[in-house]
Nanobody
């Protein structure tokens, strides 16, 4: 089992940057595929960035490709999401999640979740 605690997020002007961090406790994040997920109010959660544990590969939703970067720091047992060139459509609650068995962008495949951070982008 792993416990995930998130930090970061907040408010920024459009075009600005924010960084989210997800700290793991109880187990090394190396053992997990990790995903950053966002959720708009009243909508389902959608995966935006995936880290594949088997080869360190990454995958991004088209809407964030080139702007967001998912990166692990295994020495610190953390996973970051660097978000650049933020747009109003990026306003959402962001969650990190981990799975020891599945490796996909589908939030349904993940059982360990952080508490969520709000990201707000104003014009």
């Amino acid at each position: 089992q792993v416990q995930l605690a998130q930090s970061g997020g907040g408010s920024v002007q459009a075009g600005g940057s924010l960084r989210l961090s997800c700290a793991g406790a109880g187990s090394s994040l190396r053992a997990y595929c990790m995903v950053w997920v966002r959720q708009y109010p009243g909508k389902e959660r959608d995966g935006v960035a995936l880290l594949i544990k088997y080869n360190g590969g990454t995958s991004y939703a088209d809407s964030v490709k080139g702007r967001f970067t998912i990166s692990p720091d295994y020495a610190e047992n953390t996973l970051d999401l660097q978000m650049n060139s933020l747009k109003p459509e990026d306003i959402a609650m962001y969650y990190c999640a981990a799975s020891a068995t599945a490796c996909s962008n589908s939030p349904d495949d993940y059982i360990y979740w952080g508490q969520g951070n709000q990201v707000t982008v104003y014009p």
